[in-house]
Structure formats: structure tokens, C-alpha cells
């Protein structure tokens, strides 16, 4: 009797899961091993002609130039996703406390998250415009004469996209952060109080260790989300001036969708998919050290 019941309960949980495995196997463990295998051919979308030609795409990544800038500029544009997380935390901090409107600036602060990405992209091309934008025009008026040229130059226009993408996460962490916070026992802090704690020594002392898993989690998934990322560089710069703002992500899009080089693309993916285990693999093992459960 009691057999019958668990395998009914193995089943009724092969039930559950079916749908998510079956998704899972067609659209991400499929076409990754196609992936794997377009990564050995010199593939071209709508092309019949199909050849085996060994590791040829992976010597061409690794002599292209482009691949190697590509790689400085996803590195650059990672450290968004630390300072990201630093500011979400201290903002998260402020409004848990009693804050006037605080419902109203979580709000405000969430808004770019669920804000198009077209349109973010559209807002910051305005307020990153070298002459008449409004941020280079406070810039003019605190007295600095050749503020940066932001998105039209080659050295100022990753930084650009940095300041965006911190933007643009910052409520999404701050929400995560804010939730974390609701855990942390309020007779804790109270003792602290008691005991004399100035507040910045409650965050760094107290906060800060009891949110440390919520900071792994942060990091992780705000690395994959970012080395992934390409849909707002895209729509500000494509890539541009010269290839100053392309991430390996928009190298893979532009190789596999502008140029019909899957192949090539493909060769592109496994390396950023290594790149992307390499980080997950060096945070987890980091992570014994900081983070507090």
C-alpha cells in the first residue's frame, strides 16, 4: 500500500516537471549541442553548402581582433554589476528605514527595470547628447568647459553604457535587497542600539554580514545577466564608435544575424559560455569566504 502511494508520487512529481524538462530540452539542451556542432562547419544561414572545417572558426576567433576588444569591453562592462549592487544596498538600506514616501521612491526606483528597453535606450541618448544634452549642460554650468563626449567617443562611450546599466539594475537589486532586509530581526538591531552602534557601524557589522547570501545571489545572477546583455547596446550604439561599446554578446548577435555567420557565432557562444562557467566557478569558491548562511 504504501509502495503504491509513493510511486503515485513519483509520478504526480514526473507530472509537475515534464512540461519545464520538455521546454528546457528544446529550446536550450537542442540547440546548444547544435550549437556545439555548427561550431566545427563553415555554416551560413540559407546556404546549402555545409562543410566540416575542424577547428578553422576557433582559430579565426582566437587571431580576430575584434574578438579580443570584445572581451576588455565585457570586462568593463561587468563593473556595473559591482557598484550596481554596492548602491542597491545602501538605497535599500534608506527606504527600509522611515523614510518620507519611501513606497513612492521604491516605486520610482524599480520603474527602469519594467521600462522598455527602446525607450531607455531613446532617454539616454538625449541626455548623453554631447552638446545639447542636459547632463553635459550641468557639466557646462558647475564651470567644466569640455565635459565628456559620453556615447560619441571612443574612450568615454563604455563608461557611458556602464552608468546606464547601473541605472537601469538598480531597482531590481534594490527590491531584492529590501526583501532581505524585512528578515533581518528587529531585536538584533534594537541591541545593537543598546549597546551603542553608531549606524554605519549596524550596516557594515550587521547588515551587511546577514545579507551576504542575498549578495551571492545578486552577483551571480547580475554577472549572467550582464555578460548575456546586448539588447540595449544595441539599440544606443550598436557596438559603436568604431568598436568601442561591443560586448561579446553583440559580437555573437552581429556575426550570427548581420552577417549569417552561424558557425563562426557559434565558436563565439562556447567561448563566452566558458568565460561564463569560469566566473560562476571562481564565485562559488570565493563565496566560503564572505557569505554568511
Known amino acids: 500500500m504504501k509502495a503504491t502511494w509513493m510511486r503515485r508520487q513519483q509520478l504526480l512529481g514526473y507530472l509537475f516537471i515534464g512540461p519545464n524538462m520538455i521546454g528546457v530540452m528544446l529550446f536550450f539542451i537542442i540547440p546548444a549541442m547544435y550549437s556545439f556542432y555548427l561550431m566545427f562547419t563553415d555554416y551560413k544561414f540559407m546556404s546549402p553548402n555545409t562543410k566540416f572545417i575542424g577547428l578553422a572558426n576557433i582559430r579565426r576567433m582566437l587571431g ?91 574612450d568615454t562611450s563604455m563608461y557611458a553604457i556602464d552608468i546606464i546599466w547601473i541605472w537601469f539594475m538598480l531597482g531590481y537589486n534594490m527590491i531584492i535587497y529590501l526583501a532581505a532586509l524585512q528578515e533581518v530581526s528587529g531585536e538584533l538591531l534594537e541591541a545593537a542600539t543598546i549597546d551603542g552602534a553608531r549606524t554605519w557601524q549596524t550596516v557594515r557589522s550587521i547588515l551587511w554580514p546577514l545579507v551576504s547570501p542575498t549578495t551571492f545571489l545578486l552577483l ?74
Request: no cysteine; charged share 10%.
Open 64 to 154: 580576430d581582433e575584434v574578438f579580443y576588444i570584445a572581451i576588455k569591453n565585457t570586462l568593463l562592462f561587468l563593473l556595473s554589476v559591482p557598484v550596481s549592487i554596492g548602491l542597491a544596498f545602501l538605497v535599500a538600506v534608506i527606504l527600509n528605514r522611515s523614510v518620507y514616501l519611501k513606497k513612492l521612491l521604491r516605486a520610482l526606483y524599480f520603474m527602469p527595470y519594467i521600462t522598455s528597453g527602446v525607450a531607455v535606450a531613446f532617454v539616454w541618448m538625449l541626455l548623453f547628447h554631447p552638446n545639447n544634452g542636459p547632463v553635459n549642460g550641468i557639466l557646462r554650468s558647475l564651470g567644466i568647459e569640455n565635459p565628456p563626449g559620453w556615447l560619441s567617443t571612443m
Open 220 to 293: 551571480i545572477t547580475g554577472l549572467i545577466m550582464s555578460i548575456k546583455q546586448f539588447g540595449i547596446i544595441q539599440a544606443i550604439t550598436q557596438g559603436g564608435p568604431g568598436n568601442s561599446t561591443t560586448v561579446l554578446s553583440l559580437f555573437i548577435y552581429q556575426n550570427a544575424f548581420r552577417y549569417y555567420e552561424m558557425g563562426y557565432a557559434s565558436a563565439v557562444s562556447w567561448a563566452l559560455f566558458l568565460i561564463i562557467l569560469i566566473f560562476t566557478v571562481v564565485q562559488w569558491l570565493g563565496q566560503k569566504r564572505w557569505v554568511h548562511y
